[in-house]
């Protein structure tokens, strides 16, 4: 049996990983010249700086390949007992993420507070209810629109009221366990002192368990080498004609058992097409929001975790993470541009959208700022909206699969946990 892999993100990598492990002969084709996809660190004036995820918890999974790939001397442990900020009213309140927070924050009213109690009495989800509509049934509309949607959808920089519950927060909740109240989940936990695990990161950046990955494994790794097609093998559309595809790369091609696709759904979608153009037509159906980060240096020194901002404000940012405070990186912040803020932000230059991203840092913080980098992913994260009922209607042939974040959860560990799963489904087959 011989394996096919298109890109090496860090679900391409794990899955090299994991099907090398089980001693089944892999190859794969990464577009750029290194791999990691969206988990990138790069140097910006000596220092680190992530143009991707900012910090992981350290499950079990990454535990184990930190260990594995002998990282443990450059591992560096985050404090995340730190605050997490919500901009409402024109000030920072504490998001609360502990019963002392929930007390004591200034961001719900009294009434507000206690409403949530009343959430194990409210009825289960409804069909087609979104994100938004779920919270406010559940929790009240102050904890709704103030907390828990800013919390949930800032991750994907997607609005709660385009989420539709069935397809993102509900399955996030059932993935974790959580039955039929929210609020008696989080309750057992505490009771228990079921604490979560610690954040991470490496002195050079998260890139460095990426590198490993790839070092570990850059013998089978194609590194600038594209896929431009997958098709059946000896150029047959039809996959049950002789079993096996080949991947045809900008140079050549690998023919191949099984392949399995990491790259984004529109790339994917390109890929297919001359295989499935059904497949490739469900693809098209994810939508993407663009992803624009700056960088800033400041001076700003109070304790935290970061700011998220609420949509439909006066502030052109969605967010902040506070590199400086909890990783302890020099001066460093990350400010996340909300794409909503205005319509000329895709034909503004770096300069400018950094400006705008400094000023608003400002008038969070209150502290000045310089901008020292911006980037700009595209096409970005899938938005979790209603488009991701398309996930339904995937039906690729035996032998193909994917593994990325628009069938799947995107956070790392997530990613990682199903390239193990894929890698383990093509060994029981082999
Ligand atoms: C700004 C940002 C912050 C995030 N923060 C966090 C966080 O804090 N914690 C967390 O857990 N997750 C976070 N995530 C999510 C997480 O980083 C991603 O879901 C995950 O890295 C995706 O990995 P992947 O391998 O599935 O896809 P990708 O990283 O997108 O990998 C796909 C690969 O395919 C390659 N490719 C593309 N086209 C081709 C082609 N034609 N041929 C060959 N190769 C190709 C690409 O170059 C890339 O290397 C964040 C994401 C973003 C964008």
């Not at 990454?62 to 260990?67: N, Q, R």
């Not at 509900?170 to 974790?176: E, I, T, V």
């Not at 039809?238 to 080949?246: K, M, T």
């Not at 993407?288 to 020194?301: G, K």
Request: hydrophobic share 40%.
């Amino acid at each position: 049996m011989r394996v096919g892999v298109v890109g090496t993100g860090i679900s391409g990598l794990t899955l090299v990983d994991a099907l090398a492990d089980r001693g089944i002969d892999v190859v794969a084709v990464e577009s750029r010249a290194e791999a990691g996809g969206i988990v990138r660190s790069q140097r910006i004036d000596g220092r680190v700086v992530e143009l991707g995820p900012q910090r992981l918890r350290l499950t079990p999974s990454i535990e184990s390949l930190v260990d594995e790939l002998g990282l443990n001397e450059q591992l560096r442990i985050g404090d995340d007992d730190q605050p997490l900020y919500i901009y409402h009213n024109d000030a920072l309140r504490v998001a609360p993420l502990s019963a002392r927070e929930a007390v004591t924050t200034s961001l719900l009213s009294p009434l507000g507070k206690l409403r949530i109690l009343a959430e194990p009495l409210t009825a289960p989800a409804k069909p087609d209810e979104t994100v938004d509509e779920l919270l406010v049934r559940r929790f009240g509309r102050q904890a709704a629109r103030r907390y828990m949607g800013p919390l949930y959808s800032g991750l994907y920089g997607t609005d709660p009221r385009e989420m539709l519950y069935e397809y993102s927060l509900g399955r996030a909740l059932d993935n974790a366990g959580v039955g039929r109240s929210l609020l008696w989940w989080v309750a057992k936990r505490v009771v228990k002192g079921r604490a979560a695990p610690p954040i991470c990161t490496f002195d050079d950046g998260l890139g460095t368990l990426t590198g490993a990955l790839y070092e570990a494994h850059s013998d089978v790794i194609d590194l600038d080498t594209a896929a431009v097609e997958i098709r059946g093998h000896n150029g047959s559309v039809d996959v049950d004609a002789d079993g096996g595809f080949e991947i045809v790369t900008e140079t050549g091609s690998e023919i191949v058992d099984e392949v399995v696709v990491t790259t984004p759904a529109p790339t994917s979608a390109r890929l297919v097409e001359p295989l499935d153009t059904d497949l490739a037509a469900t693809l098209e159906r994810f939508r993407y929001n663009q992803i624009t980060m700056v960088f800033l240096d400041s001076d700003f020194d109070r304790e935290g975790i970061g700011a998220l901002v609420p949509p439909d404000g006066d502030l052109p940012i969605s967010g902040t993470t506070w590199n400086a405070s909890f990783l302890d990186r020099d001066r460093l912040f990350t400010c996340y541009v909300d794409p909503n803020s205005d319509p000329e932000l895709p034909n503004r230059t770096d300069e400018d959208v950094g400006e705008l991203a400094a000023d608003a840092f400002e008038e969070l913080t209150g502290a000045a700022a310089t901008p020292i980098g911006v980037h700009t992913w595209t096409p970005g994260m899938p938005a979790y909206d209603g488009s991701w009922t398309a996930m339904d209607d995937i039906k690729p042939p035996e032998g193909l699969r994917f593994c990325a974040n628009f069938v799947g959860r995107p956070g790392i560990p997530g990613r990682i946990r199903s390239a193990k799963r894929i890698a383990r489904e093509i060994g029981e087959r082999e």
